[in-house]
C-alpha cells in the first residue's frame, strides 16, 4: 500500500521511533504517550493512524510475551521519516 506521508503521519512515526506509542497484542488499540492528552490508558489513541502505517507496511509491533508492547518502524518507515526530515 502506498502512502502519502502527511504531517500527522509523520509526528506519529517520530513518536514511534522514540518509542511513545504502545501497542495492545493484536493491534486492535494503539496509545500515543506523547501529548499527555490522558483520553486513554495511557494517552491518546492512535489505533485507525497506526492500522494504516501497517497495513503500508511502515511500522510494526515490537516483538514481545505482553499485552501491550512499544511500536517500532520498519525499514520502510524509517525510509519515509528520513526523506522527509526537515533540514
Not at 504531517?7 to 493484536?26: F, N
Not at 510494526?60 to 521519516?81: D, H, I, M, P
Request: proline content about 3%; overall charge negative.
Amino acid at each position: 500500500m502506498s502512502m502519502y506521508p502527511t504531517p500527522s503521519r509523520l509526528s506519529l512515526l517520530d513518536e514511534i521511533a522514540r518509542g511513545e506509542v504502545l501497542v495492545s497484542e493484536y493491534g486492535e488499540a494503539c496509545y500515543s504517550l506523547d501529548d499527555g492528552l490522558l483520553t486513554g490508558p495511557w494517552g491518546h489513541r492512535v489505533t485507525a493512524k497506526w492500522q494504516e502505517m501497517e497495513r503500508a507496511g511502515w511500522v510494526r509491533r515490537t516483538k514481545s510475551k505482553e499485552r501491550w508492547a512499544a511500536g517500532e518502524l520498519t525499514t520502510a518507515g524509517k525510509a519515509v521519516l528520513k526523506d522527509n526530515a526537515d533540514d
